[in-house]
T-cell receptor
Framework: DTGVSQDPRHKITKRGQNVTFRCDPISEHNRLYWYRQTLGQGPEFLTYFQNEAQLEKSRLLSDRFSAERPKGSFSTLEIQRTEQGDSAMYLC??????????FGQGTRLTVV | AQRVTQPEKLLSVFKGAPVELKCNYSYSGSPELFWYVQYSRQRLQLLLRHISRESIKGFTADLNKGETSFHLKKPFAQEEDSAMYYCAPGEGSQGNLIFGKGTKLSVKP
């Protein structure tokens, strides 16, 4: 499968714990995006990378969220001190701009 | 500020009827424009992109720069078209790709 893959698919964590998600983009894609989606809403932009550079971070993203893309390959999204409001589907997408982005299956986070 | 508006949360039509899903955007610079579709229990998929001027699954989208709109149309809806549809301007000079809140299309038999 040469599509975008995300790991894990599901994560249940206790409030206050840290979690990290991984995204492996399509190999030749230079852009990588992270989104958050809650039930009945569209994908909410979190951040994006052009190769290894993080070019934009949403103002909605608190300091508890951090993302990296070392060497312009895979990316990780870490949430520190999780809160119940962080429960959502976290989506990763990659693109060879401006061809349009391809999405992974997402990581569903539940904070209990 | 970059913004995309899909005014209809739900659009319900009968099979064979024409469909138009509306999208209006506000974006700095010259964005590329896309429509994405999400079928039940599936990942978000790219449906079509303005730069390709293509027709996918019978859908087309017309860019109106004066009205800053990019409405999605299909002359004859099919039941399998039932899904969530998202309009997304982006990947221009601003780089990021933002999404509308989506329109749920329901095609009844």
């Amino acid at each position: 499968d040469t599509g975008v893959s995300q790991d894990p698919r599901h994560k249940i964590t206790k409030r206050g714990q840290n979690v990290t998600f991984r995204c492996d983009p399509i190999s030749e894609h230079n852009r990588l995006y992270w989104y958050r989606q809650t039930l009945g809403q569209g994908p909410e932009f979190l951040t994006y990378f052009q190769n290894e550079a993080q070019l934009e971070k949403s103002r909605l993203l608190s300091d508890r969220f951090s993302a990296e893309r070392p060497k312009g390959s895979f990316s990780t999204l870490e949430i520190q001190r999780t809160e119940q409001g962080d429960s959502a589907m976290y989506l990763c997408a990659s693109s060879l701009a401006p061809q349009g982005a391809f999405f992974g299956q997402g990581t569903r986070l539940t904070v209990v | 500020a970059q913004r995309v508006t899909q005014p209809e949360k739900l659009l319900s039509v009968f099979k064979g009827a024409p469909v138009e899903l509306k999208c209006n955007y506000s974006y700095s610079g010259s964005p590329e424009l896309f429509w994405y579709v999400q079928y039940s229990r599936q990942r978000l998929q790219l449906l079509l992109r303005h730069i390709s001027r293509e027709s996918i699954k019978g859908f087309t989208a017309d860019l109106n720069k004066g009205e800053t709109s990019f409405h999605l149309k299909k002359p004859f809806a099919q039941e399998e078209d039932s899904a969530m549809y998202y309009c997304a301007p982006g990947e221009g000079s601003q780089g990021n790709l933002i999404f509308g809140k989506g329109t749920k299309l329901s095609v009844k038999p």
